[in-house]
């Protein structure tokens, strides 16, 4: 139900996308990747009302406070279930051999790691990858369309918006009962996940003259090499 509700407002999102673009001049676009330039404008200053009251002062308390091997063992454990889904993404994109290392990673670090806290597979020499189904899309031709900025989840494609619901539906915290324990693995994955990213957000507050323009070019740059696989595009 949770997922059939984000699929259901991601649908709407697209939709509204697809009306502003009708209704904005040529001439006022300033880059053509980003058609909605004003609209996600206006939902990116709303994320950051919300990061900069909420998430963001108790990630960097987290940060401070936490020891760094919790710190370090809550990573392991969400990238541990973040490499299931990696793993499946591996196998549609064709390539069996960083597919199989993400499974053996799983494996490994599931039993040897203690659940994943620890990431004895890196030590191991199985790399670590990092795929959803928008890399997927991807790689299969699709291109990734306007450039769009999603409520709470960020910076997006119109390609990553419509691979997001399957993205959710297959997260491997829907499996977890009760919903108290799910959503409260969700928050602590959220607040890890925004701890690890204060460093550059920092940055990008003290040296970019237009936040928004600096990670829509950063965003769309690395999703491009990601598909990519850390390649020059042609």
């Given at each position: 139900?949770?997922?059939?509700?984000?699929?259901?407002?991601?649908?709407?999102?697209?939709?509204?996308?697809?009306?502003?673009?009708?209704?904005?001049?040529?001439?006022?676009?300033?880059?053509?990747?980003?058609?909605?330039?004003?609209?996600?404008?206006?939902?990116?200053?709303?994320?950051?009302?919300?990061?900069?009251?909420?998430?963001?002062?108790?990630?960097?308390?987290?940060?401070?406070y936490?020891?760094?091997?919790?710190?370090?063992?809550?990573?392991?454990?969400?990238?541990?279930?973040?490499?299931?889904?990696?793993a499946?993404?591996?196998?549609?994109?064709?390539?069996?051999?960083?597919?199989f290392?993400?499974?053996?990673r799983?494996?490994?670090?599931?039993?040897?790691?203690?659940?994943?806290?620890?990431?004895?597979?890196?030590?191991?020499?199985?790399?670590?990858?990092?795929?959803?189904?928008?890399?997927?899309?991807?790689?299969?031709?699709?291109?990734?369309?306007?450039?769009?900025?999603?409520?709470?989840?960020?910076?997006?494609?119109?390609?990553?918006?419509?691979?997001?619901?399957?993205?959710?539906?297959?997260?491997?915290?829907?499996?977890?009962?009760?919903?108290?324990?799910?959503?409260?693995?969700?928050?602590?994955?959220?607040?890890?996940?925004?701890?690890?990213?204060?460093?550059?957000?920092?940055?990008?507050?003290?040296?970019?003259?237009?936040?928004?323009?600096?990670?829509?070019?950063?965003?769309?740059?690395?999703?491009?090499?990601?598909v990519?696989?850390?390649?020059?595009?042609?």
């Amino acid at each position: 139900m949770k997922t059939t509700r984000a699929a259901r407002s991601l649908g709407i999102l697209v939709i509204l996308l697809s009306l502003g673009g009708c209704a904005t001049p040529v001439s006022q676009r300033s880059d053509p990747r980003d058609p909605y330039e004003n609209f996600n404008r206006k939902v990116f200053a709303v994320n950051q009302v919300f990061d900069q009251v909420l998430v963001k002062p108790v990630s960097r308390g987290y940060s401070n406070y936490v020891p760094d091997f919790v710190q370090s063992a809550v990573g392991n454990f969400f990238g541990n279930i973040a490499d299931v889904w990696t793993a499946l993404n591996n196998f549609f994109q064709m390539k069996p051999r960083d597919a199989f290392q993400d499974t053996g990673r799983v494996l490994v670090n599931t039993t040897l790691g203690v659940a994943g806290l620890v990431d004895v597979a890196s030590k191991l020499g199985l790399a670590k990858h990092e795929e959803d189904f928008g890399q997927t899309l991807g790689v299969w031709g699709i291109k990734p369309g306007p450039y769009v900025m999603l409520p709470v989840f960020g910076p997006s494609t119109m390609r990553d918006t419509f691979a997001k619901p399957l993205d959710l539906y297959a997260d491997p915290l829907n499996l977890v009962d009760p919903s108290v324990t799910e959503n409260s693995l969700r928050a602590l994955r959220l607040v890890d996940d925004r701890a690890r990213l204060l460093p550059a957000t920092d940055m990008i507050e003290r040296v970019a003259l237009d936040p928004y323009q600096f990670v829509r070019d950063a965003y769309l740059q690395r999703r491009e090499l990601k598909v990519l696989d850390g390649e020059s595009p042609p």
